[in-house]
């Protein structure tokens, strides 16, 4: 199962932990009130919305893991969905966040922790309190568990017994749980497409690198002004393209970088290999995942052009446009060079073709399905001898895409 749809399955445990959380505890509570409830409709209605608002309020904390801060940000609503009077979130260690009366207690629930940590299985305990104001005198402990792993435990602390908060506490804990899982599988999807843009480096490096480097060289001595441009050009695609900050860069600074890198092909190959651009000035700040279109472009010319100018003597044309669509950026890359099998392509997409069989095109379909979905990946129009049409629509908006920021948490 991918990571994508492991976090489809994931959320849909989450929706359905919601129904049984407005059903078994929190309406029985809510209900029962008599005050008018305006335009909200019946008193389950009402209940069942602010038990899923409060749910969702809390949830974003938590998809960042668990820490102090996490839980200290979301144990409000989760006590709030209980309607119980204390509640602590726990990981190995200590109490990290505790939310209502009784907070003397963190020492005596810690104590008792032990079992349901290293267990996973929760359980319920009188708590010895000797405060005469103090409301609580019961305990449940319901484990975070995620991939059978026991990350820390959900408290909830009442005046006396309730098998229904017992039941309660475990559906909230279990609809935590799901919020870490997600958290984990966030950061395993940024661990990936970190190494994802890795790979597209080392794949720039040691082709371009040399053949770049060769053709600066051969104009030190016929006109060493070339050679001083060209440097500067090399420089600067080099920069942009092994820099560390930033998942996203904007249309305007991944073009910029694609200028660069032609500027140094067209200085091996020539009046060979001829370049047109037409880009709409509106979708420049358009923001889209970094080292995306020119992998396509340096694939054009490594496996599209290069067989076509170097063995054959031909010529080649290029061209990008960036189309203002609405909602969209419409970006094209054409070549008129050896083109494809679309077998060969599909498996290449299909990861399935090997290193050799171009890595940049599988690498940007995945990451842009990753950011934007399944469907917008790449669209490749290609057959044997006629060429590539690589088409790709960049949402103008996407939550969390923005430049020079992390992959979307949420």
């Not at 005046?159 to 966030?186: K, T, Y």
Request: hydrophobic fraction near 45%; include cysteine; aromatic fraction near 6%.
């Amino acid at each position: 199962m991918g990571a994508g749809e492991m976090s489809a399955f994931v959320a849909g445990l989450c929706v359905a932990a919601l129904p049984l959380l407005a059903a078994g505890f929190w309406l029985g509570r809510r209900t029962a009130r008599t005050r008018s409830l305006g335009g909200l409709g019946t008193p389950v209605e009402h209940a069942t919305f602010e038990t899923l608002h409060t749910a969702s309020l809390a949830a974003p904390p938590l998809r960042a893991g668990l820490t102090e801060e996490t839980a200290r940000r979301s144990a409000r609503r989760l006590r709030t969905l209980l309607g119980t009077d204390a509640l602590c979130l726990t990981d190995h260690e200590t109490v990290l966040a505790w939310d209502g009366a009784g907070e003397h207690h963190r020492a005596q629930i810690m104590e008792r922790l032990a079992g349901p940590l290293e267990t996973g299985r929760g359980e319920a305990f009188r708590l010895t309190c000797e405060e005469p104001d103090c409301p609580l005198r019961w305990a449940v402990v319901a484990p975070l568990t995620v991939d059978d792993r026991v990350h820390g435990a959900l408290v909830a602390c009442a005046p006396g017994e309730s098998a229904v908060l017992v039941r309660a506490a475990g559906e909230v804990a279990r609809w935590v749980s799901v919020q870490l899982e997600l958290a984990d599988l966030d950061r395993s999807r940024t661990r990936l497409i970190e190494a994802e843009i890795r790979a597209l480096r080392a794949q720039i490096s040691p082709h371009f690198v040399f053949n770049s480097l060769a053709v600066i060289a051969s104009f030190v001595r016929t006109d060493p002004e070339r050679a001083r441009e060209l440097l500067l050009e090399f420089a600067d695609f080099t920069r942009y393209s092994f820099r560390r900050h930033g998942d996203f860069t904007t249309l305007a600074d991944e073009l910029h970088a694609i200028d660069h890198y032609l500027a140094l092909v067209r200085a091996r190959f020539g009046d060979r290999l001829s370049v047109t651009l037409q880009i709409a000035p509106e979708v420049l700040p358009v923001a889209l995942p970094f080292l995306c279109l020119q992998p396509l472009v340096e694939n054009a010319v490594k496996h599209g052009l290069e067989g076509k100018i170097v063995s054959a003597g031909g010529k080649c044309h290029i061209g990008i446009t960036a189309q203002d669509a609405g909602a969209e950026a419409l970006v094209v890359i054409e070549d008129d060079g050896a083109g494809m099998d679309p077998e060969l392509l599909r498996r290449i997409l299909a990861g399935e073709a090997g290193p050799s069989g171009g890595i940049g095109l599988s690498n940007v379909d995945e990451r842009l399905r990753q950011v934007y979905g399944d469907d917008r990946g790449l669209v490749i129009e290609t057959a044997v001898g006629a060429g590539m049409k690589i088409t790709a629509r960049l949402p103008k908006y996407q939550p969390g895409v923005h430049s020079g920021g992390r992959l979307p948490r949420e």
